[in-house]
C-alpha cells in the first residue's frame, strides 16, 4: 500500500493535527497525534525483534480493522485509534 493512499483513508494523518513522540522502547517509534479529541497513536518497530507493548493493547488497528494484540512484528507499522 502506497503511502499517499494511507493517508487518505485516515484522516488523523492530516498534517493540522498535533503531533508529540512518545519514548519508548528503542526499538520503537511511536507518535501520538491529537485533534478535536480524535488521537491516533501510530507505532513503528524500527528492528528484527517482535516487541510488547501492553500501553496500546486493545486499541484498533486502522489498516487491518483488528484489535491490536500488544505485540509489535518485526518492521512492522499500526495505525492504532
Known amino acids: 500500500m502506497r503511502l499517499l493512499d494511507i493517508r ?5 494523518l492530516n498534517q493540522l493535527y498535533k503531533q508529540k513522540i512518545i519514548y519508548s522502547d528503542k526499538r520503537l517509534f511511536i507518535i501520538s497525534r491529537l485533534r478535536k479529541n480524535k488521537k491516533l497513536v501510530v507505532i513503528i518497530n524500527v528492528s528484527n525483534d ?9 486499541r484498533t488497528d486502522l489498516l487491518s ?16 485509534k
Open 50 to 58: 517482535m516487541v510488547s507493548v501492553s500501553r496500546y493493547k486493545g
Open 8 to 12: 487518505t483513508k485516515i484522516p488523523e
Open 65 to 80: 480493522k483488528r484489535k491490536f494484540d500488544g505485540e509489535v512484528q518485526p518492521n512492522g507499522v499500526y495505525f492504532l
